[in-house]
């Protein structure tokens, strides 16, 4: 079930940068970023609570960190996902995902980010 709307993938150069946005609403706890490559299953990137970003509840797989930075305004309700050092290997169709306690899980369409020569 569709929900979320992503924007910013494209096409870069190894070693660029990208940055992924997507709108949540107010209620929902944790948002996030996971992704798909091409006969792959899909897998987590990154992980926020917008609530409690100051307490370090933010979390990382192990293949993007130091590489990747999630963000949230919480203002425009919006999380972002820095994309920095591309890789080939980071070459997929990145969701956005947000939970809430009360309605469940919520997912974007997918945006293609594909880092390339």
């Known amino acids: 079930q569709v929900q979320l709307k992503e924007s910013g993938g494209g096409l870069v150069q190894p070693g660029g940068s990208l940055r992924l946005s997507c709108g949540f609403a107010?209620?929902?706890?944790?948002v996030g970023w996971f992704r798909q490559a091409p006969g792959k299953d899909r897998e987590g990137v990154a992980c926020?609570?917008?609530?409690?970003?100051?307490?370090?509840?933010?979390w990382y797989s192990t293949s993007v960190q130091g590489r990747f930075d999630i963000s949230t305004d919480t203002d425009k309700n919006t999380v972002y996902l820095q994309m920095n050092n591309l890789k080939p290997e980071d070459t997929a169709v990145y969701y956005c995902?947000?939970?809430?306690?009360?309605?469940?899980?919520?997912w974007g369409q997918g945006t293609q980010v594909t880092v390339s020569l």
């Open positions: 107010k209620d929902h706890y944790a």
């Open positions: 995902h947000a939970f809430s306690a009360r309605t469940g899980n919520y």
């Open positions: 926020i609570v917008p609530s409690e970003a100051n307490l370090g509840s933010i």
